[in-house]
Nanobody, 117 residues
Framework: QVQLVESGGGMVQAGGSLRLSCAAS????????MAWYRQAPGKQRELVAR???????NYADSVKGRFTISRDNAKNTIYLQMNSLKPEDTAVYYC???????????WGQGTQVTVSA
């Protein structure tokens, strides 16, 4: 069974930076894409950034220009570099891997990011 393990969360002041990592237990080329989601207290889980198998990326409007998703194929790991953090970025961040056929979604356990004003 595939596992995704996130790391890198923590507490930071507004304007600071954090880098999240998500290590997969098998080749990330076996997925059609990978993504980062987040869920703040009382809110629905939302897509933050996605990276497709071909390397294309897209971002939520709220993080464009501040966050960067990337991957290291040799390490089967994706990253989320978060700069200029804001208190509204506070959430549990989840790594996701998906396969189109058969339709499969795999989730990590989540990592807490807290940004203080």
């Amino acid at each position: 069974q595939v596992q995704l393990v996130e790391s890198g969360g923590g507490m930071v002041q507004a304007g600071g930076s954090l880098r999240l990592s998500c290590a997969a237990s098998r080749s990330i080329f076996s997925f059609n894409g990978m993504a980062w989601y987040r869920q703040a207290p009382g809110k629905q889980r939302e897509l933050v950034a996605r990276i497709f198998g071909e390397g294309f990326t897209n971002y939520a409007d709220s993080v464009k220009g501040r966050f960067t998703i990337s991957r290291d194929n040799a390490k089967n790991t994706i990253y989320l570099q978060m700069n200029s953090l804001k208190p509204e970025d506070t959430a549990v961040y989840y790594c996701n891997a998906y396969i189109v056929n058969p339709r499969t979604n795999i989730w990590g356990q989540g990592t807490q990011v807290t940004v203080s004003a």
